[in-house]
């Protein structure tokens, strides 16, 4: 059973820029999350994926989107990136009807200059 | 809107001994779980224990123990017998549950352990 992985694990961006990040869940799991961790902070969500559309979404603009595919993996994709998006991101997958059993990457660290 | 504060920025105990650290939340819902996650350099956020509201019972993993106390929102984490391997960030998180699978969580709580 492979655990959840996310690449790359550090990016170098610049603002204005657009970034995509991955995520594979783990096996056989089928719901995905996406969080923002900024330094000295606790991971904040930004949305999750259920049969590849978006059902739920925290406090984040429209610049911040996502894609689950078939096999259940998924993308973040942010656009026009600010200084402020510079944080390590999270995936975390689990089964429908599991939602308190989240399985966390190893997150994808930003740095917007 | 639901809230976790996590008071303690920093702790430290030493190697063998106890250490507790604390958690307190709002919520208006009576049903929801509650969660200590262990975040070490490796930065993956590891599950450490889990607390269904509804169970009176504390939960315990091993070493690991809380004290849920619903009525006053509080949600501390106890570790005994503490070893070199605990040091890590330890976050506390809320999720309301059912079809939400949204974590609320705390700004963290550093914790050393000297040998």
């Known amino acids: ?113 | 809107a639901q809230t976790v504060t996590q008071s303690q920025p920093e702790m430290s105990v030493q190697e063998a001994e106890t250490v507790t650290l604390s958690c307190t939340y709002d919520t208006s819902e009576s049903d929801y779980y509650l969660f200590w996650y262990k975040q070490p350099p490796s930065r993956q956020m590891i599950l450490v224990i889990r607390q269904e509201a509804y169970k009176q019972q504390n939960a315990t993993e091993n070493r690991f123990s809380v004290n849920f106390q619903k009525a006053a929102k509080s949600f501390s984490l106890k570790i005994s017998d503490s070893q070199l391997g605990d040091a890590a960030m330890y976050f506390c998180a809320y999720n309301s549950g059912g079809s939400n699978y949204k974590l609320t969580f705390g700004k963290g709580t550093l914790l050393t352990v000297n040998p």
């Open chain 1, 1 to 113: 059973e492979t655990g959840v992985t996310q690449s790359p694990t550090h990016l170098i961006k610049t603002r204005g820029q657009q970034v995509t990040l991955r995520c594979s869940s783990q096996s056989g799991h089928n719901t995905v999350s996406w969080y923002q961790q900024a330094l000295g902070q606790g991971p904040q969500f930004i949305f999750q994926y259920y049969r590849e559309e978006e059902n739920g979404r925290g406090n984040f603009p429209p610049r911040f989107s996502g894609l689950q595919f078939p096999n259940y993996s998924s993308e973040l994709n942010v656009n026009a990136l600010e200084l402020d998006d510079s944080a390590l991101y999270l995936c975390a997958s689990s089964l429908t009807g599991e939602g308190e059993k989240l399985f966390f990457g190893s997150g994808t660290q930003l740095s917007v200059l």
